[in-house]
């Protein structure tokens, strides 16, 4: 089965400090991978997404960093706010297969103040 | 609004009993899906569907049936509950195929508890 491999599983960061949350996969043919934001009571929601032709994508205090040959991407969260507190998912699927969207298992972030 | 509803938010529920939960999205989506998740296993995805009368399984389809009569909703549909599906359910929509195209929009969830 494909999957997407998430750590830490929680993570406390005192603000200011930086966030990072880290993603492996394995199956070689994804080529879309997005980081979702979920809050309490909410759905996920899109935070920011990243293609294997760059190696980094920047959207403000958000930075994905991609690595192809290593197989893993990573969310740093610059600067982070106790609003960023809440738990992220990494994800991954094929271009040809986006209805295929694979979840890592997610990250409970705090930020403490 | 653009948004994806889903009723209810809470249920409570026997084993056996058979329950449909409604997703509805106002955005003229042709993808949509339904989510569950669990402590520690992330979001699975149960069912899909490319468009009206399209759909296919997902991850973890076992004890769950969908149907998209119309573009605009998915239900999901628990013929016999069981405990095991006890969990937090999210439908989610997207415009579908084509660069850019792919992010999901999730609704509010629907916490279900099979006793």
């Known amino acids: 089965q494909q999957q997407v491999k998430q750590s830490p599983q929680s993570l406390i960061v005192q603000k200011g400090g930086i966030s990072i949350i880290n993603c492996a996969y394995e199956n070689t043919a994804f080529d879309y991978f997005p980081w979702y934001q979920q809050f309490p009571g909410k759905g996920p929601a899109l935070l920011i997404a990243?293609?294997?032709?760059?190696s980094e994508k920047k959207e403000g205090r958000f930075t994905i960093s991609f690595n192809k040959s290593a197989k893993q991407f990573s969310l740093h969260i610059m600067d982070s706010q106790p609003g960023d507190s809440a738990t992220y998912f990494c994800?991954?699927?094929?271009?040809?297969?986006?209805?295929?969207?694979?979840f890592g298992t997610g990250t409970r972030l705090l930020v403490s103040p | 609004e653009a948004q994806v509803t889903q009723n209810p938010r809470y249920l409570i529920t026997v084993t056996g009993k058979k329950l449909t939960v409604t997703c509805s999205q106002n955005?003229?989506?042709?993808?949509m899906s339904w989510y569950r998740q669990d402590p520690g296993l992330g979001l699975r995805q149960i069912y899909y569907?490319?468009?009206?009368?399209?759909?296919d399984k997902g991850d973890v389809p076992e004890g769950y049936k969908v149907s998209r009569k119309e573009k605009r909703n998915f239900p999901l549909i628990l013929e016999s509950p069981s405990p095991n599906q006890t969990s937090l359910y999210f439908c989610?929509?997207?415009f579908g195929t084509g660069e850019g195209n792919e992010k999901l929009f999730f609704g509010s969830g629907t916490q279900l508890s099979v006793l």
């Open positions: 569907s490319m468009n009206v009368e399209v759909t």
């Open positions: 989610a929509s997207s």
């Open positions: 955005m003229n989506h042709e993808y």
């Open positions: 990243i293609r294997p032709d760059v």
């Open positions: 994800a991954a699927s094929m271009n040809t297969g986006f209805q295929k969207l694979v």
